[in-house]
Every structure is written in C-alpha cells, then in structure tokens.
C-alpha cells in the first residue's frame, strides 16, 4: 500500500542537460589516467589523490589562465552505509595553470595552454591533482567561480595528510558500505555562463584494502555524488533547492536535497535527508523538516558533518537540534555570533535523520535556512515526510433493502488548504434521499428511534442537512464539501479529527446510516 502511495513521487530530477553557447566545463573521468593513490596516514586519517580528466562540452574555450581566471578542482569521498549518505572527506583544491587539449571527449578544437579549447580534454594524474599542493576553498565565491586574493596553502596538519583527501581510517575498509569519489571544478568563465551545475561527476571506488583503492565502473558525468544514492536505493528522491541568482541574474547558488523513508517494523519509520551545497557561497545554517499534522512521535534524531581540516578556519561542532509538535530543526550558530561555524559549505554534503512513527503518506517541505546574510533567508525544498493525516474507516452498516449495507468511502487530500475531499456511499437503496453527518466523537447507538441502522457518531452532531442528495439509479451519493462554508460555521482545524456518516431513508421503512470514516485533517 505505502508502495503504491509514494510511486508517484519517487522521482529522480536528473542534473542539467549540457547545453552549447558558452564555455562549458566538466569531468569526463573521475579517475583519469592511472585512478585513485593512497598518499599518507596519520593520526587515524587516510590521505588519497584522485586523477582527473576535464573536458570542454561547451561551444566556446574554457579560460585556464592563471591565477584569477582557471579552474581550481576539488575532490571529495562519501559512503552509502545503512541505507544513507554521509560525506567522509575532502581536499584542497588544485588549480589548472595549463590546459593540454587533448582529444579523448570529442572532436578537438585546439587552443594555447591558457585555455581549454572545444571539445577538448585535460588530464591530470593523482600525483600532479594532490591536495597538498592546493588551494583552500574557504577564500573561493564558488556561485561566480572568482576570488579576488590567491588562497592559502593547507598548513597545520602532519604532512602525510596535509591538504589531501582525508578520510578517517575507521570508516575504510567496511563491507557494508559502498564508497564514491567526486570531482568538482569550480571555473568563472564556465559559471558566470550559468553552466556550473554540471560541473561534478562521480564514481564508485572499492576501499575493502585502504592501501589498494579500486575504482569500479565508469563515471557518471554531470551528477553530483548525491545521486549515488539514488542510483544504489530505491525510494531516494531527491530535488533542487537552489539560491536563484545569488552570484548575478542568471548565476545560482547550486543546493541538491535528497530523502528516503525507511520502514523498521513495529509502527516506525527511518527518515534519511542529505543536503548537498554545490555552489552556494551563502552557505546552509539550518535545516527543518515540518510534518504538516500533529500526531508524530520524533525520535534519534542523528546529524553527520563534516571535519575540516588543513588550517580550515571554520567549526566542527556538529549541529544542535530542536523539536515542536509540528517540526525537527538542525542548525549550526548564526552567522552574528560565528561568522566560521559549521555551516554546509559550497562543495560539501551534510546528513540528518530521525525515527518517527507515522508513515510517508504524503511528501512534504524541507526549509533551509541560508547562513550569510542576504535575500532570500531560507529555500524550501520537497521531501518525504511522515504524516499522521489521512482517511481510515470504522464501525459497521447494517444491511438496507438492497440486501447490502451502505458504504463510504474518502478519497482527496487531507491538508485543508486543497479542499478535495470527496465522500462517496455506494450500495444505497436507489432514489432515495439522504445526508451526510459529522462530528468529534465516535459512538456506537444500534437502532436510535426511527432507525434500523447504526448511529456511529457521538457527542454534538454537524447535519448537512441544506445538501440533500439522491442516490439515483445507481444508489450511490457523491460529496464535496466545502472547507470555507461549513454547517453552523464549523470550522475545520489541523490536527482535528472528524468523523462522517450518511443517513437516508429506505424506501418507504425506517431510515439507515452508511459505516463512518475518519479523516484527521492537516495544515
């Protein structure tokens, strides 16, 4: 049943499609010439190096000319463990000081080393790509792709690791995870175009021996390692949650959200979210996933970030967390109080969970609230959510002369706001004339007077009684009825339950009732 609930939503909204009129930059093999190399250990790190081949998929030469105007690359590691997400490292960025315009992604246009021509390709190898050598990120507005003063050099770590790819020793070598590697460049010339969205690609890499690292498969161009996720579970949806224009009209900030609903027996669910910070300099401080009724039973709430690294000036203080009724909320310290926390940086993947005890019913809305200062505060993003609203059914009909009992059915949306809900009585007496009831309470009064039926509504009683129906030949009776115009001024609340019940009379006999449904209703 939940299956059938969620298959409309488990949508996988793919990564932008290359398209031409500019310089177009991308990695066409995580892995380039000669894979992946273990370069270091210490103090329970592994330090790693990436090979990489770029390629110009644009119809116009990348810039590669040094030191404001090339691209700067970065390389990062995740694991998919449990059924979710996590980040496990990252390394200081390598910047390109001469394209080799090779042909290895197309027909070659080409140019001097200062630029990267059509069509085109550049190879570095794991040795020539180490961090150690690079750029921090932290200097970099990676929405333009532009920095205005050249980055520090990684400092402060043992040499072994200093500015590498740096992945904890104890998270290596685990059957049940599967790893993934990315390639991100970050290009002025490719962003400023509007075209920084493809710029990651990933693959997965077998790390069973630390020493001996494997990549398997080919790469998955222009794919954040996000959708690693999706490609290795089913029920990963994941959508954009982007800061529009945020580096100049047409150049936005790049924010993929992903999220998974588990189901643990027992009444309880999993919610998995991962939020992944392409491009956007504004940085991500909170994120809070709102369930739209009340009813929901929050527990383990889990956070996984990032440790930063190499004289990375920002926080490793993992995320507070705080409940309501209706949300769970993540956040780090304001930008006020702490200009360096924790926030998700540009480049980076945060993870965030919790158990709850109600189902995925409906996909619901994630905020995510921006760290720097700036307009928009916050951008919502869809998410699966667990939701105590919906339609059940109780108590029974006695049969009518039809020789069957009267029954109704709900169907619509409980959320209040899209006023459509339907109720539907099948197998009435035909012709016959009728109305629906509702109320708070629920009872059980086998035969009131006039009645041969069941009354199975108690406390005070809500009569439709100015929208009479008939049920036809056909005996069935089909309601709508209107939120904003209710009987006696009721008003519907979220979180109210209320339950519905149709009288009418049997022919000429006494009347009857319809079996009740229950509709808990939502914001």
């Known amino acids: 049943m939940i299956r059938a609930i969620l298959a409309p939503f488990l949508l996988l909204i793919s990564a932008v ?64 463990v449990d059924g979710r997400i996590e980040m496990l490292g990252y390394s200081f960025l390598k910047a390109g000081f001469c394209a080799i315009n090779e042909a290895s992604c197309g027909t070659c246009e080409p140019t001097p080393c200062s630029s990267l021509g059509v069509g085109c390709a550049s190879t570095n190898v794991a040795t020539t790509m180490d961090g ?17 003063v050249l980055p520090p050099d990684p400092t402060g770590d043992p040499g072994p690791i200093n500015g590498r790819l740096q992945i904890a020793s104890a998270a290596l070598g685990d059957p049940g995870s599967i790893y993934v590697v990315e390639i991100h460049h970050v290009s002025g010339h490719d962003h400023l175009a509007g075209l920084a969205q493809n710029n990651q690609s990933w693959r997965y890499v077998d790390l069973m021996q630390p020493a001996q690292p494997t990549l398997i498969g080919g790469t998955r161009m222009f794919e954040p390692a996000i959708f690693a996720w999706s490609d290795t579970h089913a029920g990963v949806m994941i959508t954009e949650a982007n800061i529009l224009h945020e580096g100049g009209p047409g150049v936005h900030g790049h924010v993929w959200v992903g999220s998974r609903a588990t189901e643990l027996g027992g009444g309880q669910w999993r919610y998995d979210y991962a939020v992944q910070n392409q491009t956007s300099t504004r940085a991500i401080g909170s994120f809070r996933v709102s369930t739209p009724c009340p009813g929901t039973t929050v527990t383990n709430p889990r956070f996984f970030g990032l440790r930063h690294h190499s004289g990375s000036p920002y926080s490793n203080a993992d995320w507070s967390v705080a409940q309501t009724v209706l949300d769970i909320t993540w956040s780090t310290e304001d930008f006020g109080t702490n200009p360096n926390a924790n926030a998700l940086r540009w480049g980076t993947l945060y993870s965030y969970s919790f158990v709850a005890n109600l189902p995925p019913v409906a996909v619901g809305v994630a905020e995510l609230g921006l760290f720097a200062p700036g307009s928009p505060a916050s951008v919502t993003a869809q998410v699966f959510v667990p939701t105590a609203g919906g339609f059940t059914r109780y108590c029974t009909a006695t049969n009518n002369s039809t020789g069957a009992p009267a029954r109704l059915t709900a169907t619509g949306s409980p959320f209040i706001a899209a006023s459509d809900i339907d109720l ?6 035909p012709s016959n004339f009728g109305y629906f009831l509702m109320s708070q309470t629920q009872d059980f009064v086998q035969s009131p ?53 149709f009288w009418t009379r049997d022919g000429q006999g006494p009347s009857n009732f319809s079996d009740g449904a229950t509709i808990i209703f939502c914001q």
């Open 449 to 501: 007077p006039g009645s041969q039926g069941n009354l199975c509504l108690g406390g005070s009683i809500v009569r439709f009684s100015g929208d009479i129906l008939n049920s036809g030949a056909a005996g069935v009776v089909s309601f709508h009825p209107d939120p904003l115009d209710l009987p006696g001024g009721t008003v519907w609340m979220p979180g109210d339950t209320w339950n519905f019940q």
């Open 132 to 148: 150690a050598f690079g750029w921090a990120k932290w200097p970099i507005d990676a929405a333009r792709g532009a920095w205005s």
């Open 17 to 80: 499609s290359v398209q031409g009129q500019a310089p177009d930059l991308a990695v066409s093999n995580v892995g380039g010439a000669d894979g992946m190399g273990l370069l270091g250990q210490a103090g329970g790190v592994h330090a790693y190096s990436v090979a990489v081949t770029s390629c110009n998929v644009g119809d116009t030469p990348v810039s590669w000319s040094p030191p404001f105007d090339m691209p700067v690359t970065g390389q990062n590691a995740y694991r998919i």
């Open 424 to 429: 539907t009585v099948t197998s009435l007496p």
